[in-house]
């Protein structure tokens, strides 16, 4: 749901603010869940760890190429701070800033030049309990740009380089992608029709959300819908998800979409913004579990392996 004011209008992003140190980078991932109506999905966010300079405790940042910059919050800093004294605030036009904060992302760093952080609210943090899983942020798509990614699924594993890896360039077929305003949409072509969809990694959840209109035309006979929360920026919205036997192909290859998805609330929005923006649909981790997915950013270029 990162993408949906995204969606509507053509927001050009403010100048990237992230310096990343190293030409490549490769961090694991992990998955968090959330609850639907039939039980919990374990695949809900991907998130990466993250250490902060000077502390040995391990945080975490939401990986959703749906938000165009990338996020900390104001919040869970705070508190960390009155722990861990080493978070770099600084004051400018009366609001709190943050000034040169240096992340580690496995053995790489990345240095957050100066962003406002966003306000938030949430409870108090439990230091001792190594379960669960401090999210200080969210890593946007601002990290890909002008860099080659490459997502290993079934090895929950992120590789970011300047280059596409040979290994994988030899064996992958390509295609062209578009990266327009810090957005990710991939051709593809479902049911006969070519259409533009937008890969966003913020919404885990989900093989196709579209709107209701193609959620009707592409929903199994006999299919009952499961419905379940979403929350979005602090908005919660209604997503309905149906079984449908309809596939999406990207280059030469064919997934199996598995069930199709509306939201409401923002459907109206949603089917506006598809049509004033050519998008087809949306796409998050979930179609792609079992597979690599490689995006070239700078050469603008995609393609999907096993």
Not at 146 to 152: C, E, F, R, S
Not at 278 to 297: A, H, Q, R, Y
Request: proline share 5%.
């Amino acid at each position: 749901m990162s993408c949906i004011l995204f969606l509507l209008f053509r927001i050009i992003p403010d100048p990237s603010q992230l310096v990343i140190k190293d030409k490549s980078i490769k961090t694991p991932f992990e998955w968090v869940g959330i609850k639907k109506s039939n039980g919990m999905d374990s695949n809900g966010a991907m998130v990466v760890p993250v250490y902060l300079k000077g502390c040995q405790k391990k945080f975490f940042m939401q990986f959703d190429l749906g938000t165009p910059s990338t996020v900390l919050y104001k919040c869970v800093l705070d508190k960390i701070n009155i722990r861990y004294p080493l978070i770099p605030f600084k004051q400018k036009f009366g609001k709190a800033i943050l000034h040169q904060l240096s992340l580690k992302l496995n053995e790489s760093t990345i240095i957050v030049k100066e962003i406002y952080p966003m306000d938030c609210s949430t409870t108090e943090i439990d230091f001792q309990d190594k379960k669960k899983k401090i999210i200080i942020g969210t890593i946007g798509s601002d990290f890909i740009e002008n860099k080659v990614l490459v997502i290993d699924y079934p090895n929950k594993t992120i590789y970011l380089n300047d280059n596409i890896p040979s290994k994988l360039f030899s064996r992958t077929e390509l295609s062209d992608l578009q990266f327009s305003f810090r957005k990710v949409l991939l051709p593809a072509v479902i049911n006969g029709e070519k259409k533009n969809i937008f890969f966003d990694t913020g919404t885990s959840a989900f093989e196709l959300m579209t709107d209701k209109e193609s959620w009707i035309k592409m929903k199994k006979k006999g299919s009952f819908s499961q419905d379940f929360p979403l929350n979005s920026w602090g908005r919660t919205w209604y997503a309905h998800s149906v079984k449908t036997d309809d596939s999406i192909k990207f280059n030469s290859l064919i997934l199996p979409i598995g069930s199709v998805t509306y939201v409401d609330g923002p459907s109206l929005f949603l089917k506006l913004g598809f049509r004033l923006s050519g998008v087809g649909g949306l796409t998050g981790n979930k179609l792609f579990l079992s597979k690599k997915i490689l995006l070239d950013t700078k050469r603008l270029k995609f393609g999907i392996s096993n």
